[in-house]
């Protein structure tokens, strides 16, 4: 569904974010992003997510690869992808419901198939009574359902977490995560970044570790559905060292 | 039906006021120089052709009859002349009355000349030389005045107030379309994160220019209109003060038809400019930004 061949990023002038990063992701499967802040995670995503080109290499997603496309091309690819941000990116001047729809209304989905489908979203996320509230007024935990909500009402094929539980206490974000496993168990593809060791622990899945720009693979023991290679160079560069 | 929702949040209540309050300016401003410019072309044009087709003619008190009889024969030979009038004295005497005491003319101590207004035909330079030299011939002292020089000179000091008019007009427009990319860049990267989010949703180029064509659209609408109305106030009120009906008459005969089309126009380019301004400070931008 989505494969990284020997990409790398870097903003302006400074030295490479990440270099040679591989790895190919199959549809419905589940993967941590993790690494030490300032790994990459973030710039990892944003490539996933289409908000960054890569300064070299190539990105295949559902089967297009992305440097060959113009910008308004993208939109259909961009449109499979559900992104939850760490900082929730909520609109403040929408309510609860404006915010959820926003994905519906880019695509132009008919307003009462926007209302039957946000309002069943909101009661399955449990904001169903808060709909016409404005995000300000509710805690950090419902802002996070909001924006989990609006990242899933378009059902995308892939859904990119930015550190989700970075701002929630440790109950509500155990909530969000089995609201994750559920969503991974009606087939949407989660890419998770986080350096939270406990709930990687206590919700076992494939890992992609990122650390000085170097992008490694932890498989847990439940789950082993990534396929992550090395570069055609570092295969080259291991057979050397085996000399 | 229209059911809007504008996602990026782009109003700002004491900024919008300003804008459309600028906008308003600038229209009112833009729309009394098109006046002013229109106006004074065509005030110009129907100098031209009303003065250029008159001439006067002079003759010092004490002329003789047979060298007025000689002059009326060469008028009414002459093939440029149309037709001559003599002015009656007493409208000599109210022609000169602001500089000579009225008292004084009505004693009939100051002499009076005897003039002839001249309705001339359309002719070359040539012709009107002709005519004078046959005047001249008559009597060195007539003089015959074809308005030609001292009109040349105010049709060309009209030309240049004229383009000064619409060089006005263009600054402004120009400081207008600044003013609103200068707005649209500033508004844009104050939502940065909004149009990411709105980008990474799917939303296209011409979706998150939409939002800002309406926003804006708004802003202006208000403020044309208002500019506009505050245009035709100030031009009735100018038209109307003194109660001057020859100056009304005047203002409304003086503007064609496509004089006044352009001017109800114009705010609507004015418009268009603004819509498009905006379109194009978006769309470039997002390519920079995303």
Redesign the interface.
Known sequence: MISFEEVGLRYGTQPEVFSGVNFTLTQGSFYYLSGPSGAGKTSLINLL???ERPTRGFIRMFNQVIEHRD??SL??V??K?G?VFQDF?L????NVF?NVA??L???RTQ?KHIQKNVKELLDWVGLGDKMHYYPLTLSGGEQQRISIA?AIV?QPHLLLADEPTGNLDPEISEKLMKLFEQLHRMGTTIVMATHNERIIQDHPHPILNLDNGILTERIQPTLSDIKLRKSPLAEVSDAIKHL | MFNFVQIIPLKDKKHDSALSMMIALMVCTILIVAFSALFLSNLSAQWHNSVTHIATLELPEGTSRSTISRVKNTLGNNSLVEDFKEINQDDIKSILSPWIDRALLDTNDIPLPTIYTLSLKSGSAIERDKLKFEIKAIDQEIKLSTHTNWLQKAFERATRLKLLAWGVGLVLSLTLITSISLLTRTRIHLNTDAIRLLHTSGATDNYIIKQFIIYISSLSIKGILAGSIAACILFLALTYSGHDEDMQNFTFNTLTKGDILFLILTPVFIFAFIVGTTSYTVSNTLKRMI
């Open positions: 997510s289409l908000n910008r308004n939109v259909g961009r449109r992808i992104i990116r609109l403040n001047h929408l404006d926003l994905p209304r880019i695509k307003e609006r378009s």
